[in-house]
């Protein structure tokens, strides 16, 4: 299984459409299959990040605030979106393995201005 | 003293922030939520208890820059900030809002966190669109029922990307209505760019029209962007669009579409995203069939169509038009001119208006300048409306008049209308008359009214010794 997480830093990006980083990673039996690999990207637009999880193959898309158009679009395309997750992508990475993610999570270590930047 | 106990010191706060009508959020000093109205838990779709301490980032989803750099700047310089922008919520919608940031602060000046008031710009968006489709009607006047359709269709045009063409007789409003529809698109922020392909000739206008490199031909010292440049991003408005030459109509043909072009004497090829809108009083489909105007360019053009009616199609709205520009003129000169005397009225909505709107106005305008009185009378219309009047008579009832009050050679009389003006007449009238006369000059001389050597100079001049 293939995850995609939109990342801003340490953290999962607040918006989808305005992420310029993403992580993806392989997993097996609740296992990763390989370090996850980390892609920034030139521009920013939800159609790029859309066009990119279709490309890469990916499973389960994991993000923050995304839009009903996305949503949908990525859903019809069999893609499993788990949204409005807030937490450091680590844990969430470590959560989506798991398959104990759900749609908006809020995960501890979001409550300080230095983490968050 | 942080800003959550100073906040719990005031037991109204939570009951003060709900009586706002918009979304308020209290940031602490690291950015983290304190504080939530339950307008802004409807609008993000999280609750205060929920959000408490996390990152304001996470929450609102803003799109003000990353990193959050506007909250960090007000929280840093004290000054408020007003920007309008976009969140998604968490039912995954995305909401116009119109953001203000304030510092917080403690008596002493310390800050203490922000406030971010979030009004939802949704609401103000609709009646925006609301205005601007009021704003087309209020340029252009009219109620008439074909004004009416008109203005529909004009709504519909002005969502829409795609290339206009505008006909209609002159005077019509085809300019004001090519300006109403770039100022209701998409596009009203950019530039908005009139061109008429008539005024110039054609070696001018394509250099006008798609600008000239450094060099290019004898004085052009400097380089010019050209009009389609100048419009990028906007609309071009190319009025009196059957009067283009046929090169430079290919040239339009191939910018229309590629949206690209080379300038004058220019090797680089220039990306354009312009609208055009092309507006006529030709018939173009006319000019099609006579070969003076390139078919493709005009089914290029004519994606939209919208035809602007003449003024003596529009019931109703001489009068209307007649008010308005009376007042207008009347004012504008300080004038008491307000009224139209029943006389003056009758003759004004009985006219044919051959110039439409354009020559009614300045009816308007003339008779607000000669109006000694209150009432614009009879004798303060201008005179060549009268003699319009009597020039629609029928050929026949001139000619019998003619016949009746003028004393003219018989051979004038009998000269038949020619196409090709006076000479052709004359040429004509002199042919006859020496026919007449058997070819005697004398004669013909006495026949025609004129002396011998007018004759004699008349035949020189038009070759026909």
């Not at chain 2, 989803?61 to 929280?75: A, E, M, P, Y």
């Not at chain 2, 979030?118 to 252009?140: A, C, F, Y």
């Not at chain 2, 139209?340 to 003759?347: C, G, I, P, R, Y």
Request: aromatic share 6%; proline share 3%.
């Amino acid at each position: 299984m293939k995850i995609m997480i939109t990342t801003r830093g340490d953290f999962i990006s607040p918006r989808f459409d305005l992420s310029s980083e993403v992580l993806i990673a392989t997993c097996y039996d609740q296992q990763l299959m390989e370090e996850p690999r980390s892609l920034l990207l030139s521009d920013v637009s939800a159609e790029i990040l859309c066009d990119l999880a279709l490309k890469e193959k990916v499973s389960v898309v994991v993000c923050g605030g995304i839009e009903e158009v996305h949503y949908q679009f990525l859903t019809w395309k069999k893609i499993t979106v788990i949204d409005s997750v807030i937490g450091p992508y680590n844990d969430v990475l470590q959560l989506a393995v798991n398959s104990g993610l759900m749609s908006g999570t809020i995960l501890s270590g979001v409550n300080s201005r230095e983490v968050a930047s | 003293m942080n800003i959550e106990s100073t906040l719990q010191n005031v037991s109204v706060v939570g009951e003060l922030l709900n009586g706002i009508p918009h979304g308020v959020a209290i940031l602490d000093t690291n950015l983290c939520i304190v504080r939530m109205n339950r307008f802004l838990e409807a609008m993000t779709g999280y609750i205060t208890d929920e959000a408490k301490g996390v990152y304001g980032e996470f929450v609102l989803r803003t799109n003000l820059g990353s990193r959050d750099l506007v909250c960090k700047r007000v929280l840093k310089n004290g000054e408020s900030v007003s920007i309008d922008g976009n969140i998604i919520n968490r039912r995954r919608k995305k909401i116009p809002v119109h953001f203000t940031l304030s510092r917080l602060h403690d008596g002493k000046g310390k800050p203490l966190g922000v406030l971010i008031v979030l009004e939802d710009s949704s609401v103000m968006k609709v009646e925006k669109l609301g205005h601007q489709e009021q704003s087309i009607r209020t340029e252009i006047i009219g109620h008439s029922s074909q004004i009416e359709k008109v203005f529909e269709l004009m709504s519909v045009l002005a969502r829409t990307d795609a290339s206009v063409l505008i006909t209609g007789e002159t005077g019509t409003g085809k300019d004001l209505i090519a300006e109403a529809l770039h100022k209701s698109s998409p596009r009203a922020r950019q530039p908005f760019i009139k061109v008429n392909c008539g005024a110039l000739p054609e070696a001018l206008l394509e250099s006008e029209l798609f600008g000239h490199v450094k060099g290019a031909f004898t004085g052009a010292v400097t380089e010019t962007v050209g009009m389609f440049r100048l419009a990028h991003k906007g609309t071009i408005f190319l009025t009196e669009i059957g009067d283009l030459s046929l090169p430079l109509q290919v040239k339009l043909l191939s910018v229309l579409d590629d949206q690209e072009f080379f300038p004058v004497g220019g090797s680089k090829k220039v990306k354009v995203d312009v609208r055009v809108i092309a507006a006529t009083h030709r018939l173009l489909r006319d000019e099609v069939q006579h070969g003076r105007f390139r078919e493709d360019l005009f089914y290029r053009l004519n994606v939209l169509h919208l035809h602007t009616p003449p003024l003596r199609e529009r019931d109703g709205d001489i009068r209307l038009l007649l008010d308005h520009f009376l007042r207008r003129f009347s004012a504008k000169l300080g004038r008491d001119v307000t009224d139209f005397s029943a006389e003056a009225l009758a003759v004004l909505t009985q006219y044919p208006y051959p110039g439409n709107v354009r020559e009614l106005r300045n009816i308007a305008e003339y008779s607000a300048n000669i109006c000694q009185g209150t009432a614009v009378e009879i004798k303060d219309l201008p005179l060549y409306m009268f003699r319009a009047a009597e020039s629609q008579e029928t050929p026949e009832v001139v000619r019998s008049r003619l016949d009746d009050s003028l004393i003219l050679p018989e051979v004038v009389k009998k000269v038949s209308p020619v196409a090709g003006g006076w000479i052709e007449m004359e040429k004509e009238m002199i042919l006859d008359a020496l026919r007449q006369c058997g070819g005697n000059r004398s004669k013909t001389a006495v026949v025609l009214g004129w002396g011998r050597t007018t004759l004699w100079r008349k035949l020189k001049k038009y070759k026909m010794e």
